[in-house]
């Protein structure tokens, strides 16, 4: 009998019921946080007198040796055991006998799964932020190499300002930036320990102990809480969520960029794909299915929040629904944070492309009309000068820029030999200088600080 609760039944476990009940085929991926939190709890039975100091040193070593044989593949999991904790606990007794037996003093398997669920997600909160701060040194770099770029900015996709693609790449840096403020801000938050439920026990456990042990700041407040409480891997699932929805953006605009439409990049070979049938095409497929995945790692989200919306205090079988979805946004998420990494810090920027883009599209039209503001022109009355201008250049198909002197004195008198140097790309970029804007001066200040930031340490990383 593998099951720790055979005393009171009679029967066997319907075959299918075991399969539908089991969670170790999934949950086996938490051994170590399962076997650290046992050490944790048996140093704490010993130090109280609950169990001898001899049978908490014979529990840790033996917990050492399972630890030490799964990882070399010695131990197996095999499917007579129902989850983790019974594969730790039934192997433990199997080698050490009634000290084994020992072990589960003062501690559900419900206290152990809230425990070793978030040892896990505390683990992989780290992970996912230090990924985040590799792509973010990528993405910085690619500011600093392309201050001078100039490119269209865009709003309903129509080209609206001339902006470069240091500040371009800059939002990005921002938003992933925010991503890693929420790790920070969720590592602080869910550090407390949820071992010694439901109820609390009569055992003289020493919470505090486990806690400072595992490192948690403290023990949870209230021990039903403590074991019923999923809200931190939500909110771990809403920033994946997040961050997910970021690179799913910013995939958009590769597989734009990529298209022969734009050809404003070129994706390494070692990042696309080619097509089975048509010699010439080199797919964005990378890009694709990463915005693909977006899905999943939303449905992770929805999915807990459904789960979790009905169940009473506290704990309840439904919960082992957090793992599977959860373990899937966490690996979809790394990987396609690794991906996009790679992808981007090897892909050519077609300089020229952009800047002849910038400069055909009259994105320099607000500033054509802000020159005739400063000669005296009332604002509105500008625009619709500089709208017929427009128009007129449409007809020709050429910029702006191309008009003589003479045809833009055809629209108003204020225009003068230095409308030129107003409207050049350099300018019109140049002259934005507010905090947060493509100009020089202002990028140069956003990239210095954002070195800054990533030489800080945030709470995720102490
Ligand atoms: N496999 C369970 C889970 O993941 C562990 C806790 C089981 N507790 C219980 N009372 N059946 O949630």
Same mark, same amino acid.
């Given at each position: ?6 005393? +009171? ?41 609950? #169990? /001898?100091?001899?049978?908490?040193? /014979? ?217 089975? #049938? ?15 995945? /977006?899905?999943? *790692? ?54 020229? *492309? ?72 350099? /300018? ?16 140069? +200040? ?17």
């Amino acid at each position: 009998m593998a099951q720790l609760w055979g005393g +009171r039944f009679t029967k066997e476990t319907d075959a299918l019921v075991k399969r539908f009940n089991d969670s170790l085929p999934f949950d086996q991926r938490l051994y170590r946080q399962d076997i650290r939190g046992s050490v944790a709890h048996a140093a704490m039975l010993g130090k109280q007198g609950i #169990i /001898t100091d001899e049978e908490a040193q /014979t529990i840790i070593e033996a917990l050492g040796g399972i630890l030490a044989d799964i990882e070399s593949g010695k131990l197996e999991f095999t499917d007579q055991y129902e989850d983790i904790h019974s594969f730790v606990e039934a192997h433990l007794i199997d080698r050490i006998g009634d000290a084994g037996k020992k072990l589960h003093t003062g501690r559900s398997r419900n206290d152990q799964v809230a425990l070793d669920m978030k040892l896990y997600i505390r683990d992989e909160v780290r992970e996912v932020d230090l990924l985040l701060k590799h792509f973010l040194q990528t993405i910085l770099h690619v500011m600093e190499e392309n201050l001078d770029t100039f490119m269209p900015g865009f709003t309903h996709l129509q080209k609206a300002q001339p902006v470069t693609l240091a500040h371009h790449f800059g939002a990005y840096f921002e938003m992933f930036r925010r991503d890693r403020e929420h790790l920070s801000s969720l590592v602080l938050r869910m550090n407390t320990c949820p071992l010694g439920a439901l109820a609390g026990t009569t055992y003289p456990l020493d919470r505090e102990f486990t806690a400072r042990e595992l490192g948690f700041d403290i023990p949870t407040r209230n021990s039903m809480d403590g074991v019923s409480d999923r809200d931190y891997l939500i909110e771990f699932l809403s920033t994946l969520a997040t961050c997910q929805m970021h690179l799913s953006r910013f995939s958009e605009e590769v597989i734009l960029w990529n298209s022969n439409e734009y050809r404003f990049i070129e994706i390494d070979d070692g990042f696309s794909t080619g097509s089975s #049938i048509m010699p010439q095409k080199k797919n964005p497929d990378i890009a694709e299915l990463v915005r693909g995945k /977006t899905g999943r *790692v939303y449905g992770a989200l929805a999915s807990l929040m459904t789960t979790m919306k009905g169940i009473p205090l506290a704990y309840n079988k439904d919960m082992q629904e957090d793992k599977e979805v959860a373990f899937d946004a966490i690996d979809t998420v790394k990987d396609n944070i690794r991906l996009f990494d790679g992808m981007i810090a090897t892909m050519k920027f077609r300089k020229d *492309v952009m800047a002849a883009s910038a400069k055909n599209g009259f994105t320099n039209a607000t500033d054509a009309a802000d020159y005739l503001v400063l000669k005296g022109v009332p604002f509105r009355d500008a625009h619709g000068i500089i709208g017929r201008l427009v128009l007129y250049c449409i007809d020709r198909n050429c910029a702006l820029d191309d008009l003589s002197v003479d045809e833009f004195r055809k629209f108003s008198d204020q225009f003068d030999e230095d409308i030129y140097e107003a409207i050049s790309l350099e /300018t019109c970029v140049e002259k934005r200088l507010t905090e947060g804007a493509p100009g020089r001066a202002s990028m140069e +200040r956003a990239i210095e600080a954002s070195r800054q930031y990533l030489e800080d340490k945030t709470d995720a990383e102490r």
